[in-house]
């Protein structure tokens, strides 16, 4: 029989390896799932994993890798700080709509001005407004002890709502014949945020994502608020002993991952979507949430995941396209992905082993972490 | 706009309808968390139960056995949520959003096929000389049977805690420690509270695919799962407060649809996000105040359980 033995410090070894475990896992679990749909396995995760890459269409589809990578990246960044301080922002869609919107709804209140300023005020109002979404939550959390998850969340679909309301009314083209949609901001070369060099998929967002990766390693490794969220997750505490204010801890947390998210929604309905209309958001905010987790909630491992996840986007499509691989199959992968994450986390944090409680009876107590709060 | 097409006996009626998705989802997510256990997963059983149902319903035109396939379908989703959490130490927040997205994923691509399909209709069952009471006998006593299974099962609940058995899952969700010294079989008790909940999610997952909509659309849940969620807090983890929440919540949205049908000068966008406001509202009312929400959770909710010795 295999016991569990929790290890007195995670293991960091383990910590590694184990996503690269899990998408090992999730090929072959999916390939069994492609194969009952009747796809050849081996073609469906070649064309997912390898032909975005270096397939025949590659020189297009690798500048997309990064379009797609720029937001979940942006996003992701911001999440793992208030994950790591158990603070569950899930509400991401949300805010990444609603920075599109104030984004779009500054920008288009100087239409059809040429200055310079225009976009980055977008951008700002954008980060504002993400950031305002998020503090909602963090506020009725603070104030009245809400349950911030469920608060986020619903607030996705206020937002949802908000965005299709902007799409048909204040914000609709008055050239649109009637179309529901916004007049396209990427046409316009005052918002416009096209490829910063033509045919690389590098716009402002994916720049953005690339500093704030490393915006968050320096906070996390240097400075004491990375400190005070690393406390804080692993026991609150001493994060209140050491003077970390909770509530503080609360609104730093959501701001930041609202501000990113907003970001990200501002950028991307500037360039690549280029307009706001009702489908707007493709749950780039939701996605993040696994990028989050199967980077470790570690920025560099954060950057990795995202751009793993944007081929699984990529690939997706390709899939569908040349092999009509249903889309909810990709999504379907993605789930997949994390419960593998999970289940092999076990791994980092326990010691497996054969035989009865005796072997660990006999073990000296010195080497069990805390004697009395072993489960915790 | 015109309110005098809004009947108030049709509209507690459509009430009842409205709520028991939500109900049966919220009442097994209450015996999960009793237990200890928070399970987000919710919304991703109950559409995995809208499409089991739903594809069980059409495959075999009886409704009756559409519903079992929904159970069914809900609970082995559960049993992966059970798996990862109960003997893997998994986080239960990230593996009950994980089985969401598996859910929603797994849901649309079990739908494809399914798109269009009308759903077997199922009658509703008036209950003689009840019915036929004036104002309450439209309101209670006309409903198809999954109405009046939902109101069975809240008192089921609420008898079953109050049982040996069901204080024995209490003391689980209280304190797991002291529960495990005393020799109450923790996790196997909580795998069974996780399978209810996922079998009665999938019960309500396919209440809106069969009876609410009734034909597969993609997210056809809707965020009711997450509404589920937070009635289980509006409700303080009690079963009948749960039916005040659910009716509460039920009646919203049937008063947002009939405004929308009478045309009042409001944007249909801001009336669809009124549920979802006013459930925002409402926890905000049940967390603060004396009785704070936060004091009646289960005191091992959420925390994983590992037996060091």
């Known amino acids: ?376 | 706009m015109d309110l005098s097409g809004i009947s108030p006996i049709l509209l507690l009626a459509s009430l009842m309808v409205a709520s028991t998705p939500i109900l049966l989802a919220a009442l097994g997510e209450l015996v999960v968390e009793r237990a200890g256990i928070l399970n987000l997963g919710v919304e991703g059983m109950m559409i995995t139960g809208a499409i089991t149902g739903f594809a069980t319903a059409v495959a075999t035109g009886s409704p009756v056995l559409g519903f079992l396939g929904a159970a069914a379908g809900g609970a082995a989703l559960s049993v992966l949520f059970a798996v990862l959490v109960l003997w893997l130490k998994s986080n239960q927040v990230a593996t009950g959003l994980a089985l969401t997205l598996f859910g929603l994923g797994l849901a649309s691509l079990v739908g494809q096929s399914y798109n269009g399909i009308r759903a077997p209709e199922m009658a509703d069952i008036t209950i003689p000389v009840l019915s036929e009471l004036p104002v309450l006998g439209p309101i209670l006593f006309q409903h198809d049977w999954v109405v009046y299974l939902g109101l069975a099962l809240v008192a089921a609940v609420w008898w079953f805690l109050r049982t040996q058995a069901g204080l024995t899952l209490r003391a689980v969700g209280e304190n797991h420690e002291a529960a495990h010294a005393l020799g109450y079989k923790v996790l196997r008790l909580r795998f069974f509270a996780i399978l209810f909940g996922g079998a009665c999610a999938g019960l309500g997952g396919a209440y809106l695919s069969l009876v609410r909509v009734p034909q597969w659309t993609e997210g056809v849940t809707a965020g009711a799962g997450w509404i589920a969620l937070a009635i289980v807090v509006f409700a303080s983890w009690r079963p009948l407060r749960l039916l005040l929440g659910a009716w509460l919540f039920g009646g919203i949205s049937v008063l947002q649809l009939n405004l929308q049908a009478a045309n009042v000068p409001v944007p249909v966008e801001v009336l669809s996000m009124a549920p979802y406001v006013i459930t925002i509202l409402v926890l905000v009312l049940i967390s603060s105040g004396r009785g704070r929400a936060a004091l009646a959770a289960p005191g091992s909710l959420g925390q994983p359980f590992h037996a060091s010795r």
């Open chain 1, 1 to 376: 029989m295999i016991v569990l033995e929790k290890r007195p410090a995670p293991s960091r070894g383990w910590a590694l390896a184990t996503p690269v475990l899990a998408v090992l896992a999730t090929m072959v679990v999916g390939g069994l799932l492609f194969a009952a749909l009747g796809k050849d396995p081996v073609l469906a995760i070649r064309t997912i994993f390898w032909d975005p890459l270096f397939g025949d269409f590659a020189s297009y589809t690798r500048p997309q890798l990064l379009i797609k990578a720029g937001p979940l990246i942006l996003i992701a960044i911001g999440l793992s700080f208030g994950f790591r301080a158990g603070i569950w922002n899930i509400g991401a869609e949300g805010q990444y709509v609603l920075g599109a919107l104030t984004g779009a709804a500054v920008g288009l209140a100087f239409y059809p001005s040429e200055s310079r300023l225009i976009f980055p005020l977008m951008v700002l109002a954008g980060a504002l407004g993400g950031m305002a979404w998020a503090l909602i939550p963090a506020l009725l959390k603070v104030r009245f002890g809400t349950n911030e998850i469920l608060v986020s969340l619903m607030l996705v679909y206020v937002a949802t709502n908000l965005l299709a309301y902007a799409a048909l009314g204040p914000l609709q083209n008055p050239e649109g014949m009637g179309f529901p949609g916004s007049r396209n901001l990427a046409q316009w070369p005052a918002a416009a945020n096209l490829d910063l060099l033509p045919g690389t998929g590098v716009h402002w967002g994916v720049v953005a994502a690339g500093l704030a990766v490393i915006a968050a390693y320096i906070l996390l490794s240097r400075h004491v608020f990375g400190f005070a969220v690393r406390l804080a997750g692993q026991s609150p505490r001493a994060a209140a002993f050491a003077g970390v204010s909770p509530s503080g801890l609360v609104y730093a947390c959501m701001a930041i991952s609202g501000a990113l998210a907003g970001l990200a929604g501002v950028f991307e309905v500037t360039g690549p979507a280029g307009q706001i209309s009702i489908d707007f958001n493709v749950s780039y905010g939701f996605t993040a949430i696994i990028v989050a987790f199967l980077g470790r909630l570690h920025p560099v491992g954060i950057l990795l995941a995202g751009l793993l996840m944007a081929l699984t986007y990529i690939g997706g499509e390709m899939a569908q396209t040349q092999l009509g691989l249903p889309a909810a199959a990709v999504q379907l992968f993605q789930g997949m992905l994390l419960f593998f994450l999970l289940a092999m986390d076990l791994l980092t944090t326990y010691r497996l082993r054969l035989g009865h409680q005796r072997v660990t009876a006999t073990r000296p107590v010195a080497t069990q972490p805390h004697p009395a709060g072993g489960t915790r």
